[in-house]
């Protein structure tokens, strides 16, 4: 009888259910998508909102063991209140107050500094205290041992970009605090002074073929030598932008293992043609003013500006001044597992909708 079976059937699922089985013909579906399906939705986080803040928590919350740094990390309101800014990518604004210096640990998952404003901290990785300047990116590589002393007047803020969700997905985060608040320093700019000379350290276009699972040996890219090679680049292509991946000079793969960095140059108002691509980037506004579209959405941004393109959604980018933008994505493992995709798209997308930052903004 169809009733009875009806209800052997009700009861298998809830049978199933009690022995912790799942049917995977209720929820293929939503498993295997035709496209990639990112939780994180497109956003931006203005440095109008996130400077006053930072500068608020500097006079409010001291830079302890335990809390071990003042970082504001880019939550994305589509991960229900997990800290990240993407799924796979932590993002976060550091600041450190003059003459304060936060305590020297190590942990699995790798990070990088891309510096916005200040100057007179440095980053000490595995004994090599690293100068940190505006436009400056720092690698602070697996389980290195890192702390930050600000040794100057001013505050000094920076972007801190890690794979922390990658690694927690994987279940692989170690973390040890340093047995002394500061670690010994070897010398200064040691990795700066054996390679920011080398050839290789800065790919035209960006890394496509080498893969290596060491980080790069050279820890600190210099604004100043990013700037002069893309200014050669821009003057060599007609392109509305040109791009400068950060690249491992041992080895041409990407500055860590699971991150790749880039700068990206854009020629003013000149739209770049809309490109989607697998993975994660969250893009960090160092210089201009101009719009990106997401996925329809059109968000404005100036300097000091993060936001974040997910996974496949198609993006454009458009320059009001001429502009440079850094960026943050996790294609290095989408390569080493042999499943990256890129794709630029014929027509430029309609705008659907323009973002309204969220937060006091303080023009
Ligand atoms: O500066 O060592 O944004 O350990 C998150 C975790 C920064 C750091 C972050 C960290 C750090
Ligand atoms: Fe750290």
């Known amino acids: 009888m169809p009733g009875e079976s009806a209800d052997a059937l009700d009861t298998l699922y809830r049978d199933l259910d009690a022995a912790s089985l799942r049917p995977l013909w209720t929820i293929t579906e939503q498993l295997l998508t035709p496209a990639p399906r990112p939780k994180a939705v497109p956003w931006l986080w203005p440095a109008r909102t996130m400077r006053p803040l930072a500068e608020r928590a500097i006079g409010l919350v001291p830079v302890e063991r335990g809390g071990e740094r003042r970082v504001l990390s880019l939550a994305n309101p589509g991960l229900g209140g997990r800290p ?21 640990h190590r942990h699995t998952p790798g990070a990088v500094r891309f510096v916005l404003e200040g100057q007179g901290v440095w980053t000490t990785v595995d004994g090599d205290s690293c100068a940190m300047r505006p436009g400056d990116l720092i690698l602070t590589p697996a389980w290195n041992w890192h702390d930050h002393v600000n040794e100057g007047d001013e505050p000094m803020f920076w972007f801190d970009g890690l794979d922390l969700p990658m690694i927690e997905a994987l279940d692989g985060v170690f973390f040890e605090p340093h047995p002394d608040h500061r670690q010994p320093v070897r010398g200064r700019n040691l990795s700066e002074d054996g390679y920011a000379a080398a050839p290789g350290r800065l ?139 890129e794709e630029t798209l014929d027509a430029a997308q309609p705008v659907t909708g323009t973002f309204e930052p969220r937060g006091e903004t303080f023009p």
């Open 84 to 104: 990240y800014a993407a799924g796979t990518l932590w993002g976060a604004i550091q600041c450190l107050g003059p003459r304060e210096s936060a305590p020297a």
């Open 203 to 341: 790919t035209p276009g960006g890394v496509d073929g080498a893969l290596d699972p060491a980080p790069s040996p050279l820890l600190v890219y210099r604004w100043s030598d990013t700037d002069a090679e893309l200014d050669r680049l821009a003057a060599r292509t007609g392109e509305p932008m040109v791009t400068l991946e950060f690249t491992n000079p041992r080895s041409g793969a990407s500055a860590l293992p699971t991150l790749a960095c880039a700068m990206h140059r854009l020629a003013a108002g000149r739209p770049t043609p809309p490109v989607r691509r697998s993975g994660n980037t969250v893009c960090v506004v160092h210089r201009g003013t101009g719009a990106s579209v997401i996925a329809g959405t059109r968000f404005a941004w100036e300097p000091g500006d993060m936001f974040v393109v997910p996974s496949w959604m198609p993006v454009e980018h458009r320059a009001e001044t001429p502009a440079d933008l850094f960026t943050l994505s996790d294609t290095p493992v989408l390569r080493a597992l042999g499943i990256y995709r």
